[in-house]
Each structure stands twice: as structure tokens, then as C-alpha cells.
């Protein structure tokens, strides 16, 4: 066997930090620019509402930590994916943090609508139910607090964001995946991935476009909000989804699971949440 898809492989994995209920974790290199935005969003953030009597050094710390407990939480996010997978008998290689968030990559396709919907669900309902604890343990430590959140309330904002986000019905996010398994029942695995791909792509579409329109317009309406910055992120997000919707709708639009196009394509393309490995990544994995 060529050694090329090896080599592709191993570019889209990261160094192994843990091993949660048997299952690899692994961190990208990219992810540390996920680490600095998270860790800037929370500086802005937790001390928004007057925290002037802390240092800087406490600040950066706290805001450090902030980053590190959103990745924690998105860690949470993609077991809850691969816990239900391997309860549907689907072999779970790894989950990896990289800049967009977590992936986990499955060996196998569902076999059925429900399975696919089940393991499409349990991530963002894994979010939701912890942007509901962490918003109780605010509420109990500090039960005065009105105006604003605080450190846990913050989070568990994040969390609640996290899952809506994921539920975006843009294909093969966790929402377009919810949304092919619905459209699978109704007919064929082919015609239903074809639609979701579809949905998937005219949504990056709409967000690359409206992050454009965003970039442009701060400047010209003078504003200096730091817009430009997210407007920045968001046409990634369409990019990454749009590239990726086409390279899992090939990878997974065969009408039996697991006999779609082998050729590899797309196997560098990582996006939040399942991603089914093509049959030549598998066997580049297994001869290491």
C-alpha cells in the first residue's frame, strides 16, 4: 500500500493528552489559536462589569482558565457523541480538539436514521445540560449577582451558545447531521445526504456573505467595536463548513453505509463535531 495516505493521516491528527473511557483525545496544533480567542473572549467578558481592584496577572490567569474549561466543556461535547456511537456498536478512533473546536472521528457510518440521530443529538444536549449546571452553581455562589454572570454563569453561556451552534442545520455539523437522518427516514441515505449537503453549503454561503458585508460595514459606518474581528471568524466557519459539507456528502452519500467514495478526498478537513473516517484513512491508521 502507498505510503501517501499515511502521510495525509497523520497531518490531520494532533499529540495524545488523555484517554477518557478508552477513547484517544488529541490536541491539533491549530487548537492554540482556539485557546487564545477563547482566553480573549473571556477577558472581555468576566471583567466587563468591574473587576478593577484585580491585577493584570490575575486577570490573564483567570481568563487562561476560562479558555481551558470552554475546551474542557467541548471535550464533554464530543465524548457525549462517542460514548452513544460506541453504544450503537460503531468503532471510535479518536477525538480531537483543533481552532474550530472538537471532532469526533468514527470508523464506521450509522447504519440507520435513528442511530445517526441519536449520536448527532447527545452532543448538544451534553452542552445543554451543562450550560444548565454550571448557570446553578452561579446562581448558588452568588445569588445577588443581577447585572451580570460571572466566571460559571459565563460558561455555562458558552455552552448554551455552543449547542445552538452545533444545531445549525449545515451538513456534517450536528444539525445537518439531525437533519439527514429526519430526510433518511423519509427515503434514500444517497438523496437524503445530497439534500443536507445542499442546505449545508447555501448556509456557509450566507455566512461567508454576511461576514463580508460585516467587515466592510464597520469601517464605513465608522464603528471601531471589534466587529471585524468575529465578521474574520465567521468566514472561516463558512469556509470550513462549505469545504467540508462536499467532502463528507462524497465520503458518506452511498446509499449503504460505509461504501461511499474511498478515494480519500477531504481526509484533512476537520469540522465540530462527527466525522466519519474514509476507508483510507482507517487502513493508514491500523499499519501504524
Not at 435513528?114 to 447527545?122: D, K, M, T, Y
Not at 452553581?137 to 454563569?153: N, T
Not at 429526519?182 to 449545508?200: D, E, P, Y
Not at 463558512?238 to 467514495?261: L, Q, T, W
Request: charged letters at 15%.
Amino acid at each position: 500500500m502507498s505510503l501517501k495516505p499515511t502521510r495525509r493521516a497523520r497531518a490531520a491528527t494532533g499529540r495524545t493528552i488523555a484517554r477518557p473511557f478508552g477513547i484517544e483525545l488529541q490536541v491539533h496544533s491549530s487548537w492554540i489559536i482556539s485557546l487564545v480567542v477563547l482566553s480573549y473572549a473571556g477577558y472581555q467578558w468576566l471583567f466587563s462589569g468591574g473587576h478593577e481592584t484585580q491585577s493584570t496577572s490575575t486577570r490573564l490567569v483567570l481568563a487562561v482558565l476560562f479558555g481551558l474549561s470552554i475546551a474542557t466543556c467541548i471535550v464533554i461535547h464530543e465524548l457525549a457523541h462517542s460514548l452513544v456511537a460506541r453504544a450503537y456498536k460503531l468503532p471510535v478512533k479518536r477525538i480531537t480538539l483543533f481552532a474550530l473546536g472538537g471532532v469526533s472521528q468514527i470508523e464506521k457510518e450509522a447504519a440507520s436514521p435513528g442511530s445517526e440521530f441519536a449520536i448527532a443529538l447527545a452532543g448538544p444536549l451534553a452542552s445543554v445540560v451543562l450550560a444548565a449546571i454550571l448557570g446553578g452553581v452561579e446562581k448558588v455562589l452568588h445569588p445577588m449577582h443581577s447585572a451580570r454572570l460571572g466566571f460559571w454563569g459565563d460558561l455555562g453561556y458558552v455552552n448554551a451558545g455552543l449547542a445552538m451552534f452545533n444545531l445549525i442545520p449545515a451538513f456534517p455539523m450536528d444539525g445537518g447531521r439531525l437533519l439527514r437522518s429526519a430526510l433518511w427516514a423519509l427515503g434514500s441515505r444517497a438523496r437524503a445526504t445530497r439534500w443536507a449537503v445542499r442546505v449545508g453549503k447555501t448556509f456557509a454561503v450566507l455566512a461567508m456573505g454576511g461576514g463580508a458585508v460585516l467587515v466592510v460595514a464597520e469601517p464605513l459606518l465608522g464603528a471601531n467595536s471589534g466587529g471585524s474581528f468575529g465578521a474574520l471568524w465567521i468566514i472561516l466557519i463558512g469556509f470550513f463548513i462549505y469545504n467540508a459539507a462536499g467532502a463528507a456528502g462524497r465520503i458518506e452519500g452511498s446509499d449503504r453505509p460505509n461504501e461511499g467514495d474511498r478515494s480519500g478526498d477531504g481526509s484533512g478537513v476537520m469540522l465540530p463535531g462527527v466525522q466519519t473516517l474514509p476507508r483510507t484513512r482507517v487502513d493508514a491508521w491500523e499499519r501504524r
